[in-house]
């Protein structure tokens, strides 16, 4: 049975009083690097259809939501455990917005006090904002009681944005749509990632912007074939190969670096042409093969093994390209409740 609703009721709502046991409820949910990512051309609502199969990696976002006290009863308030300048702490937050949606949804009254401790870089296209927004629909869900089952609780998912549907499932899957229509993919095996952090973040609005003018100049999207031959990017996207579902029922890494692909590299290229640069360190240091992940600038390099990991993040320190380095297993599960 559904909980939702589509608008909010006032009063005399049973619901509006329905509350979980707990004082507070911790949830932990993962960033996600893009193992392919073919672009189509953008619907009527602005977004572009994509081909993507997501992988969530060892990078995690905890949420804890808090039972209010009586006087703050029914405001949503966010704190971050490490105060950071570039993340907003307002209702523009999309944790904050996570909440209020539920809250809208299910017709809960009651607020939240949420506190957000962040891993995943921000602006990074490693999808840390829809890690918070994933893991508070799932903090407050058990918080309030709502009882709001998994695939409803992905389709408020996806009203928040294209990428919080994946942090939702974790582990493996392939996005169609806007990327958030999820098929969950079989594998074996696990994976070892160097994530390059850039020193600045990229705003994925702009890449698909440049995506757009650089497939009106004739670009191409790469072995994907969903490059266009000028006027546009094709109306759909590629499908994923199955050279790389393969490679990943096997756990074969060396097969699954050959198909990793992104259509929008070329584009965060041509913002931040420094990335090409990385994407060279890391593969002459011993990534198996390195890409940007998602909308970038985050550069995600596949490696065989640890001391090869050690020796890419060397490397690529040497090379002052880089804020930073992270190294991360993956796949791992999504938002699940720790405490
Ligand atoms: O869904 P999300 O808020 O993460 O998307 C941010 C922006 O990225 C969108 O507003 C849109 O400009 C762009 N985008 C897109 N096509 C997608 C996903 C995102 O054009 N499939």
Same mark, same amino acid.
């Given at each position: 049975? +559904?909980?939702?609703?589509?608008?909010?009721?006032a009063a005399?709502?049973?619901?509006?009083?329905?509350?979980?046991?707990?004082?507070a409820?911790?949830?932990?949910?993962?960033?996600?690097?893009?193992?392919?990512?073919?672009?189509?051309?953008?619907?009527?609502?602005?977004?572009?259809r994509?081909?993507?199969?997501?992988?969530?990696?060892?990078?995690?976002e905890?949420? /804890?939501?808090?039972?209010?006290?009586?006087?703050?009863h029914?405001?949503?308030?966010? !704190?971050?455990?490490?105060? !950071? !300048?570039?993340?907003p702490?307002?209702?523009?937050?999309?944790?904050?917005?996570?909440?209020?949606?539920?809250?809208?949804?299910?017709?809960?009254?009651?607020?939240?006090?949420?506190?957000?401790?962040?891993?995943?870089?921000?602006?990074?296209?490693?999808?840390?904002?829809?890690?918070?927004?994933a893991?508070?629909?799932?903090?407050?869900? #058990?918080?309030w009681?709502?009882?709001?089952?998994?695939?409803?609780?992905?389709?408020?998912?996806?009203?928040?944005?294209?990428? $919080?549907?994946?942090?939702? $499932?974790?582990?493996?899957?392939?996005?169609?749509g806007?990327?958030?229509?999820?098929?969950?993919?079989?594998?074996?095996?696990?994976?070892?990632? #160097?994530l390059?952090?850039a020193?600045?973040?990229?705003?994925?609005?702009?890449?698909?912007?440049?995506?757009?003018?650089?497939?009106?100049?004739?670009?191409?999207?790469?072995?994907?074939?969903?490059?266009?031959?000028?006027?546009?990017?094709?109306?759909?996207?590629? !499908?994923?190969?199955e050279?790389?579902?393969?490679?990943?029922?096997?756990?074969?890494?060396t097969?699954?670096?050959?198909?990793?692909?992104?259509?929008?590299?070329?584009?965060?290229f041509?913002?931040?042409?420094?990335?090409?640069?990385?994407?060279?360190?890391?593969?002459?240091?011993?990534?198996?093969?390195?890409?940007? +992940?998602?909308?970038?600038?985050?550069?995600?390099?596949?490696?065989?093994?640890?001391? /090869?990991?050690?020796?890419?993040?060397?490397?690529?320190?040497?090379?002052?390209? $880089?804020?930073?380095?992270?190294? $991360?297993?993956a796949?791992?599960?999504?938002?699940?409740?720790?405490?």
């Amino acid at each position: 049975m +559904s909980h939702l609703r589509a608008v909010p009721d006032a009063a005399d709502d049973p619901r509006q009083t329905r509350s979980g046991s707990a004082a507070a409820v911790k949830v932990e949910a993962p960033g996600k690097v893009n193992l392919f990512l073919s672009v189509g051309a953008a619907g009527a609502n602005g977004y572009h259809r994509l081909t993507t199969v997501f992988q969530a990696v060892r990078l995690i976002e905890t949420v /804890t939501a808090r039972r209010q006290s009586v006087e703050a009863h029914g405001r949503i308030t966010l !704190d971050l455990e490490e105060p !950071d !300048d570039v993340v907003p702490t307002d209702a523009t937050n999309l944790a904050v917005r996570a909440a209020a949606l539920l809250a809208e949804a299910t017709g809960v009254t009651e607020g939240v006090d949420l506190v957000l401790s962040k891993r995943v870089p921000v602006a990074g296209g490693m999808a840390g904002g829809s890690a918070d927004a994933a893991a508070t629909l799932t903090a407050c869900n #058990v918080l309030w009681g709502t009882g709001v089952e998994a695939k409803e609780l992905e389709a408020l998912a996806a009203r928040l944005g294209a990428d $919080v549907p994946f942090s939702l $499932v974790g582990s493996t899957a392939v996005g169609h749509g806007r990327g958030d229509r999820l098929t969950p993919l079989m594998g074996r095996g696990g994976y070892l990632w #160097v994530l390059a952090l850039a020193p600045r973040g990229l705003a994925t609005p702009e890449v698909f912007r440049r995506f757009d003018e650089l497939m009106a100049q004739g670009g191409d999207g790469g072995p994907a074939g969903s490059g266009g031959s000028g006027g546009g990017a094709p109306a759909q996207p590629a !499908d994923v190969p199955e050279a790389m579902t393969t490679a990943l029922l096997t756990g074969d890494v060396t097969a699954l670096a050959a198909t990793l692909h992104n259509d929008l590299q070329a584009a965060a290229f041509s913002l931040r042409p420094e990335l090409a640069e990385v994407v060279s360190v890391a593969e002459g240091a011993g990534a198996l093969r390195a890409i940007v +992940s998602g909308s970038g600038p985050t550069v995600a390099a596949l490696v065989p093994d640890p001391v /090869t990991a050690t020796q890419v993040c060397r490397a690529l320190k040497a090379s002052g390209l $880089v804020s930073g380095t992270l190294r $991360v297993d993956a796949p791992v599960s999504g938002a699940r409740v720790v405490g």
